[in-house]
């Protein structure tokens, strides 16, 4: 599996961004999705997640309300739908796939840097 991050950018504060994570092979639909983060400093964070069918989404709170997440399975995609954003969301964002009990498999990441 081979996951590739890209949508990120420089916007102001406020502003909009929409991150995608296209996903190789054919099990894309079978597994939970997530979004994490890393700024720099910092350790990386939990953004959100997505059930494998799409039904179940869970956010961090500091995202909740302005990011929304969600995927389409028949392009093996997940997105990330970023609203409202704030200087501290900059950070490098990383897709990634859950397996059995932990993120598996990972992106390289997407540089998102918001402005004041």
């Known amino acids: 599996v081979q996951l590739q991050a890209s949508g990120g950018g420089l916007v102001q504060a406020g502003g909009s961004l929409r991150l995608s994570c296209a996903a190789t092979?054919?099990?894309?639909?079978?597994?939970?999705m997530g979004w994490f983060r890393q700024a720099p400093g910092k350790e990386r964070e939990f953004v959100a997640s997505i059930s494998a069918s799409g039904t179940v989404k869970n956010y961090a709170d500091s995202v909740s309300g302005r990011f929304t997440i969600s995927r389409d399975n028949a392009k093996n995609t997940m997105y990330l739908q970023m609203n409202s954003l704030k200087p501290e969301d900059t950070a490098v964002y990383y897709c990634?796939?859950?397996?059995?009990?932990?993120?598996?498999?990972w992106g390289q990441g997407t540089q998102v840097t918001v402005s004041s």
């Open positions: 092979g054919r099990t894309f639909s079978m597994y939970t």
């Open positions: 990634a796939q859950h397996r059995i009990t932990t993120y598996y498999y």
